[in-house]
Structure formats: C-alpha cells, structure tokens
C-alpha cells in the first residue's frame, strides 16, 4: 500500500514526531510511504518531501497577518505538491495539520474532491473547523458550532494585526473541508471527537486512535542530569513544551516556585532566551531541544511531570513521561487527562494553583511507581496504536484490502 502524509514538520515537534513514527511503522510492514512537510528539516531515514520554500513560509506569514487568510496562500507550492501526488499515485492521503504557512487549501481540496482517492485525517486540534484559531477553550468561545465572527483571538495564531477574515474563512473551510467524498476523521482524543460531532465535520465518520510513541526512545535512562545540576535530595517538577506560553501554563510554575519550599526544584525545557529573563532564579531553565534520547533523559530523572495546560487535544508530553516512569499532574484540560488511571497521575481542577501545589506536596509524600507509569504507556505503544491506522487504511482502501493475502496483519491491528 502507498501511503502519502502531510503534515506542517516532520520528525520534530508532536505532530512530527507522529508522522515520523506512523511511518517507521508502515515501513516496517512493508508499506511504501512518504511524508510531505512545509517547515524546517527531515529525518534523513525517511523518504520525504518538503513542500514550497522558506521564502515561501515567511511570505505565508506576512500575508496572513496583513489580511487573516491563512491557508489561502502558497499556491504555487500547493500545485507543485498536486503533480507529486499525482506522480507518486497514493492508495491514501492522510493529513495531519495543513496549517502553518505552508499550504493553499482551496488547491489541495480541490484536488482531493476531484482525484476521489480515500483520505485520513487527524485532527491534532481545532482549526479545521474554526475561522480563525486552533484553539478555542481558553477563551470559551463557541462560535464555530454554527459559524465564526468576530474573533476574540484574531491575535493568536495564526495571528492577524488588522483584517478579521473569520466569517469568510469559516465559510470557505466548511465548503471545502465537507467536499471530499471518500474521508474519515481521526481525533486523538475522546474530547476531540466530541468537537467534530458538534462540527460541520460531523458528516463524516469518526474515529478515536491515540497518539502513539516509540516506548524504544522514550524508557527510562540513565542521566546525570541531577549531579551536573547539584539537585541530589531534590524533589524535581519537570516542565516540558515546545513553544511556551500562559496558554500552556507557564505562569503556574512561576507561582508555585513562590509557594513551594526549598526541597523542590522547578525545571522547565523549551523556555526562550526571552522568556528566562522574566521567570525567577529558582527555575532551572532548559533551551529547547529536538533531540528525543536528551527529553528521555530529562524525563526520566524527574519526580513528576507537570502539564498545567488550558487548553490541548492530547498531549504527547505526557505520554512520553509515563513512558519514563515519570508520573504526570495535569489540569482536567480537554483530552490531557485521557491517558492516565490512579496508578500514574493526578488530575486538578483547571487553572488551580491550589490544586496544583496540594498535589505535589502529597507525592513528595507518596510517589506514584515508576513501573506503574511505565505498564500505561505501553499501552500507546506507536506500533500497537498505528495499527489501528493500517486497519483504518484497509477499510477505506477496499480493492487492495481484498485483493491482500496478509489479513491477519489488519485484523490484529498488528
């Protein structure tokens, strides 16, 4: 079967790291599969295509904050992309996030409406079917239920400075977005699936698969993270995010470095050079890192991982301290808490501090097992989880479904 993904990166970041992942899985079962992103670099182990230019990106960027039509640019690009897939004749097109300056829509909807090949796509948030944001908790808005105007977040991304162009983006995604004939949506989440259904996507079927990741990258390792560091005897939190932001709970750790007592140590990764000027000393800050075995590192030396996301479809950052034997503490957030039982994590009510530091001072207490962590995320194993996806890909692809003589791979979701 040949398989075809787009996605905005590939290999970094956690949708990279998905599709990076689906892939390695697909290949190994001997499928032909090929990524095809917008931004940054590749793998060199994966057999890719990048999609428009820098140049082309940065020009995305500019005409989006100029007039909010993001993804109604890089036509040029989008049309190059067409003749690849038209060349490389995919069994099945599965789309990741098309947002991200890199992509025209309207030409790749277009394209998709009229070839009729069967089409995947995971929905890593909410922006399909919104005007304007990828997100829309942080802020309790609504309005893309039945359509969107006047947005309260024209200035987060994809932020626009003047035009709000929500209601005629709103407008020309539901067309475009409900005119392929042959598509299922993915969520990750339970939480995300209860969006589609409220959505104008709700005319196609759903379904529910898990981020998966590699348990052979993300384990428990050895680091000596904590002597170089001098935090022997300290309770460490860890914080980890690949773009922070008070969306993504950064003003939490500066108010629980005020409360918490000298035995705890705040260490966060991914903070800018900015942003560490305004956080207190007594947060150990990390630069960001694309580099998976010195995450695994970082996790595993941890007490806890703590996600006080506000808003999140389903985090992989959480998966991948389970998988380190780290326990999580996260918000009841959209689809955070989805992956943890009561032998791995603590969920407190969303934006409580209070919550917050109560929990952590009962597990200075009593610890979660770091065996325990390990035994959940086994159970988002990529290859395990990515299978559902071959199963997926048989269904809707019937002639080569029927026409293969290794069922049993699919039928055990591998």
């Not at 787009?6 to 970041?13: I, K, Q």
């Not at 990279?16 to 992103?37: E, P, S, T």
């Not at 969107?148 to 539901?174: G, H, I, L, M, T």
């Not at 998966?319 to 989805?338: D, H, I, K, N, Y």
Request: proline share 4%.
């Amino acid at each position: 079967m040949k398989v075809l993904q787009v996605n905005s990166v590939c290999g970094f970041g956690s949708t990279g790291r998905i599709a990076a992942d689906l892939y390695r899985v697909l290949n190994r079962q001997g499928h032909d599969c090929v990524i095809a992103y917008g931004r940054g670099t590749a793998p060199e182990d994966l057999n890719t295509l990048r999609i428009g230019s820098d140049f082309g990106v940065t020009l995305h960027g500019v005409m989006t904050r100029l007039t909010d039509r993001h993804g109604f640019y890089s036509k040029t690009a989008t049309r190059k992309l067409i003749s690849q897939i038209e060349k490389q004749n995919p069994d099945i097109i599965h789309l990741h996030n098309l947002h991200g300056y890199y992509l025209n829509i309207e030409n790749l909807f277009r394209y998709l409406q009229s070839a009729g090949k069967p089409v995947v796509w995971t929905l890593h948030d909410c922006w399909p079917f919104t005007g304007h944001c990828s997100h829309f908790d942080f802020v309790r808005c609504e309005k893309w239920k039945t359509g969107c105007f006047s947005c309260p977040q024209k200035r987060e991304y994809p932020a626009s400075f003047f035009a709000d162009a929500s209601k005629v983006n709103y407008q020309k995604k539901k067309e475009l977005f409900t005119s392929v004939k042959n598509m299922t949506v993915v969520t990750p989440s339970q939480w995300m699936a209860e969006r589609v259904t409220q959505s104008f996507l709700q005319k196609y079927p759903a379904q529910v698969i898990p981020n998966g990741i590699d348990l052979g990258i993300f384990r428990p390792v050895e680091s000596n993270f904590r002597t170089e560091h001098g935090l022997q005897g300290k309770f460490v939190v860890l914080g980890v995010a690949g773009i922070w932001s008070e969306k993504k709970g950064l003003g939490f750790f500066t108010k629980l470095a005020e409360r918490m007592g000298d035995t705890v140590q705040i260490v966060l990764a991914g903070i800018t050079e900015k942003q560490t000027k305004s956080l207190p000393e007594k947060i150990l800050v990390i630069p960001k890192t694309a580099d998976t075995l010195e995450l695994a590192k970082l996790y595993s030396m941890a007490d806890v991982f703590v996600n006080p996301t506000l808003e999140d479809t389903f985090p992989t950052t959480n998966l991948e301290a389970l998988a380190c034997g780290t326990p999580v503490l996260t918000f009841r957030t959209g689809g955070s808490p989805e992956c943890l039982n009561p032998d791995c994590g603590l969920i407190v009510e969303q934006g409580s501090i209070t919550g917050l530091e109560t929990a952590l001072a009962a597990l200075q207490k009593n610890n979660f097992s770091r065996a325990a962590c390990r035994a959940q995320a086994e159970k988002y194993d990529a290859t395990k989880r990515f299978g559902e996806y071959l199963n997926l890909y048989g269904r809707m692809n019937q002639p080569y479904w029927e026409s293969d003589k290794l069922l049993g791979i699919y039928q055990t979701g591998c």
